[in-house]
């Protein structure tokens, strides 16, 4: 098991979702939102949600009609005055980090060229909230720094119904249990 808080993005497909279960995961994400190329219907996530236990179920979407199928929301934008009953987690760039936040949940998508300079970040910038960071886009070995920071996965396509690769996944898992 991996003694850090992770929430796996996108989740499209059962494989993905019972493999990053078997992580120990915190949370598992599916994104509601029709215009997302990773969109998925209510249907099937009510059918992966009843095939898998352990991680908590988040939902991106705009709107407060899904509260019963979930433990809490992921929204694009942190100005967002929609009245939510359960944890909200807000999607920020590197520029709303930098102009500082309130307490809360954010998620930080940081590119590749704005490591070097979130490194160097007075530690008061983050301190009071509870920060993710989305690492779709980078490199494994930038994350040897980021040990006090929730992470943000993503899963990806099956080769086909129950069949996928998880190479890469694989050594990002023992690189978080080292």
């Known amino acids: 098991m991996i003694d850090r808080k992770l929430i796996a993005q996108n989740i499209t497909n059962l494989t993905d979702a019972r493999y990053f279960a078997a992580w120990g995961i915190e949370y598992l994400s599916?994104?509601?939102n029709s215009e997302?190329?990773?969109y998925i219907p209510m249907e099937k996530v009510k059918e992966i949600r009843d095939w898998v236990?352990?991680?908590k179920i988040l939902i991106e979407s705009n709107s407060i009609?899904?509260?019963d199928l979930s433990d809490g929301h992921i929204l694009?934008?942190?100005?967002?005055?929609?009245?939510?009953?359960k944890p909200a987690f807000y999607r920020i760039p590197f520029t709303e980090l930098k102009k500082g936040l309130s307490s809360g949940h954010y998620i930080l998508k940081l590119a590749t060229q704005d490591i070097e300079e979130f490194n160097a970040l007075d530690p008061s910038f983050y301190s009071d909230i509870d920060l993710y960071l989305d690492i779709t886009d980078l490199p494994l070995d930038s994350m040897a720094s980021?040990?006090?920071?929730?992470?943000?996965l993503q899963g990806g396509e099956e080769e086909k119904v129950g069949v996928k690769s998880f190479d890469e996944l694989d050594d990002l898992y023992h690189l978080l249990i080292d």
């Open 53 to 55: 236990e352990g991680p």
């Open 76 to 85: 694009d934008n942190i100005y967002s005055s929609l009245p939510f009953s």
């Open 30 to 32: 599916f994104n509601l």
């Open 146 to 152: 980021w040990k006090d920071f929730g992470l943000v």
């Open 36 to 38: 997302s190329p990773y």
């Open 65 to 67: 009609e899904f509260t």
